[in-house]
T-cell receptor, first 114, second 112 residues
C-alpha cells in the first residue's frame, strides 16, 4: 500500500537529549514536510524539502534539524536546543509543480519530555 | 501574511442535524484551498481541494464550497462517525511549491 510511515508512534525524551523521528514515503513524491501540532493551535511548518539534498526552514525551525539523502526519507531530529519539544509531530509529502499540490500526512508521532 | 480563521471552534450536533463549518481566509492569490479531517491521535486525512470561487465538491455527507473570501464545509444529516476535527488550509501562488497555512480546526461532535 502507498503511504507515509512515521516511527516511532510514541517517544520519550530526557532533558538534554537529541531524538530522531523517522518518516518514509512510497508515494514517489518529490516534496516532504514536517509539521508540529499543539493543542488549540494550527499545524506549524518546521522544515520542508522539495528535492533530495535540499531543504528549507519553515516557520518554527529553531531547535530542529533534518536531512534528505533519499527521496523516500526525511528524518527529523529534535535537538536539546528545542526548549518545548512536547508535541504531536506530523510528516507529510506532496508532488511539486504549479498546480495545487495536495499534501498527504502520516499518522504522526507523539514526543514527550520526561 | 496569509491567514486562515475557522469558526466555530467547536460544534455539537444531534445525529441528522445538518450544519456548516466556516473557513475565512486572506491570501495573496489563491492556488488552492484544502479541507482535511483529523481523528484524535491520527494524521489529517485529505477531503477536498478547491481552486476557484464558485467551485463545489461533494463526498458522501460532505460538500465543500468556495468564495473569494471563505469556504464552507456543509454536513448533511451527520452521523456519529462524522465526529472529528476538520482543518482548512490555503496555498498561495508564490512559487512552484508554496507552503500551506492552516487554520486551528473545528471540532465536531455528533450525538446519536
Amino acid at each position: 500500500d502507498g503511504g507515509i510511515t512515521q516511527s516511532p508512534k510514541y517517544l520519550f525524551r530526557k532533558e538534554g537529549q537529541n531524538v530522531t523521528l523517522s518518516c518514509e514515503q512510497n508515494l514517489n513524491h518529490d516534496a516532504m514536510y514536517w509539521y508540529r501540532q499543539d493543542p488549540g493551535q494550527g499545524l506549524r511548518l518546521i522544515y520542508y524539502s522539495q528535492i533530495v539534498n535540499d531543504f528549507q526552514k519553515g516557520d518554527i525551525a529553531e531547535g530542529y534539524s533534518v536531512s534528505r539523502e533519499k527521496k523516500e526519507s526525511f528524518p527529523l531530529t529534535v535537538t536539546s536546543a528545542q526548549k518545548n519539544p512536547t508535541a504531536f509531530y506530523l510528516c507529510a509529502s506532496s508532488t511539486t509543480g504549479f498546480s495545487g499540490n495536495t499534501i498527504y500526512f502520516g499518522e504522526g508521532s507523539w514526543l514527550t519530555v520526561v | 501574511e496569509d491567514q486562515v480563521t475557522q469558526s466555530p471552534e467547536a460544534l455539537r450536533l444531534q445525529e441528522g442535524e445538518s450544519s456548516s463549518l466556516n473557513c475565512s481566509y486572506t491570501v495573496s492569490g489563491l492556488r488552492g484551498l484544502f479541507w482535511y479531517r483529523q481523528d484524535p491521535g491520527k494524521g489529517p486525512e485529505f477531503l477536498f481541494t478547491l481552486y476557484s470561487a464558485g467551485e463545489e465538491k461533494e463526498k458522501e455527507r460532505l460538500k465543500a464550497t468556495l468564495t473569494k473570501k471563505e469556504s464552507f464545509l456543509h454536513i448533511t444529516a451527520p452521523k456519529p462517525e462524522d465526529s472529528a476535527t476538520y482543518l482548512c488550509a490555503v496555498q498561495p501562488y508564490t512559487g512552484a511549491n508554496s507552503k500551506l497555512t492552516f487554520g486551528k480546526g473545528i471540532t465536531l461532535s455528533v450525538r446519536p
